[in-house]
């Protein structure tokens, strides 16, 4: 009788113990690239600048979720008031097993003596290897005083395995 006991509490045990190892493995937030971008007016010019750190390769688990950064800042350095400039900052994210790309952009005026900073994200979730991620980074600066206008970019593909 007491080896019965013992068999069942074991079996139970084992039970409870592969219920355990049975769950789902949660995804991982991986970071695939980070991108920087700025915009500058002065009373003389315009000036957009772009770069970033995409790794030729990526190591990731069937499943993870890769993000995407775009750490931007703007700087209008012109007396307030002053006409309208336009700064806008675009990134694109291309993932070969989904159709279509994901965009983010923030598009805003300044009217002089006006600077900040943000960071934008895009996460693509559930990346199944291999695959390739694209990543590409625009920033622009448009303004009709002083007459001028800049754009940079940045970015490439990721092999994702």
Not at 68 to 91: C, E, G, K, L
Not at 132 to 151: E, K, L, R
Request: net charge negative; aromatic share 12%.
């Amino acid at each position: 009788m007491k080896n019965e006991r013992t068999i069942g509490c074991a079996t139970f045990a084992t039970v409870i113990a592969f219920m355990f190892l049975a769950q789902p493995v949660a995804a991982r937030l991986v970071t695939g690239a980070t991108g920087y971008g700025s915009t500058l007016v002065t009373t003389y010019t315009c000036d957009a600048e772009v770069y970033g750190a995409v790794p030729a390769v990526l190591d990731i688990d069937p499943g993870d979720d890769v993000i995407f950064y775009y750490q931007v800042s703007w700087d209008d350095q012109r007396s307030y008031p002053a006409q309208a400039a336009i700064h806008n900052f675009t990134m694109i994210v291309s993932y070969s097993k989904l159709s279509g790309d994901r965009h983010d952009w923030l598009e805003f005026p300044t009217y002089g003596n006006n600077n900040g900073g943000t960071t934008r994200s895009i996460t693509i979730y559930g990346v199944q290897p291999p695959a390739s991620i694209s990543v590409y980074w625009i920033a622009s600066i448009y303004s009709t005083s002083p007459s001028c206008s800049d754009q940079d970019s940045d970015g490439g593909p990721i092999e994702i395995r």
